[in-house]
């Protein structure tokens, strides 16, 4: 498997996230799903539609520095599932005047500890007006206490993780932004947000 490359950066105390309480699976007998724990080095807030948690995903090279998934004891494979997000910064005034078009596409790599690859995942969107948001962000110094920041565009995506690890990483790879313009900018450097991931659930089944 392809590794990320390691590198000696610093970053702050992980946050962590939620734990839910396992419900049957509808995919196999004895199967559990469940919310797992998640340590977010960069929390955006919470959704004030959905009561989501919203993190952003950091473009790293140093596993270490991604969002930590720690995975419950289990046998055998287990299947990670989350909600991958675009991040929009939304400017109401753009959008009256016709200049708030963007597209995105995102990617984000699902690794082990120790940087080997396990997938990558994308998310592409095009936001226009409000109405392409998936929600907004409770906290901000906006109108009605919003954040400016917000996702844009769902992908729900899914990983088979391995019976043998205990936790997994999620980082940052690359970003495209294609402006109004129709110039299209490539994003890489560390510590700057790519995407969003939200409602992070394990498929497994139990000891």
């Known amino acids: 498997m392809r590794r990320l490359r390691i590198r000696g950066w610093i970053w702050p105390a992980l946050a962590g996230i939620a734990a839910g309480v396992a419900t049957p699976a509808a995919g196999g007998q004895g199967n559990l799903v469940e ?16 009561d989501l948690v919203f993190c952003d995903v950091l473009a790293q090279q140093d596993p270490t520095l991604g969002i930590t998934v720690v995975l419950p004891p289990r046998r055998g494979e287990a299947m990670l599932s989350f909600n991958l997000h675009n991040r929009h910064t939304y400017s109401e005034d753009d959008v009256r005047r016709g200049r708030a078009y963007v ?32 929600d907004r962000v409770g906290g901000g110094a906006g109108p009605d206490g919003l954040k400016a920041v917000a996702p844009t565009g769902v992908e729900r995506v899914f990983v088979t993780i391995p019976a043998d690890l205990d936790q ?5 790879q690359t970003l495209e932004l294609t402006g109004i313009e129709g110039n299209l900018e490539r994003i890489w450097s560390p510590g700057r947000p790519v995407a969003i991931v939200s409602e992070m659930k394990l498929e497994y089944l139990s000891r």
């Open 103 to 134: 597209r995105y596409l995102a990617e984000v790599a699902v690794a082990s500890p120790v940087g080997d690859v396990l997938a990558r995942r994308y998310v592409l969107n095009e936001f226009r007006t409000a109405d392409d948001l998936f």
């Open 35 to 50: 919310s797992v724990e998640v340590r977010c080095p960069s929390v955006l807030g919470i959704g004030v539609e959905t």
């Open 168 to 172: 997994v990483v999620l980082v940052g």
